[in-house]
């Protein structure tokens, strides 16, 4: 993984300095790697408010 941002707001992960969803501030520092596919049946989904597919960040500092 090259130089990946996760984002402050909705922990979305993605290359760019602000997100491309929220358009919130991205960090470099963060930790963990979640992928959602479906989020009505992912329980870590629901509980972090995803409601969207894609790459999330567990953790982002
Ligand atoms: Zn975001």
Redesign the pocket.
């Known amino acids: 993984m090259i130089n990946l941002r996760a984002?402050?707001?909705?922990?979305?992960i993605s290359d760019q300095a602000k997100?491309?969803?929220?358009?919130?501030e991205?960090s470099k520092e963060w930790q963990g790697y979640l992928v959602v596919v479906d989020p009505l049946r992912s329980m870590i989904a629901q509980k972090m408010g995803i409601k969207a597919g894609g790459r999330y960040a567990l953790r982002v500092k």
């Open positions: 984002c402050r707001q909705c922990h979305f997100c491309p969803r929220c358009g919130g991205t």
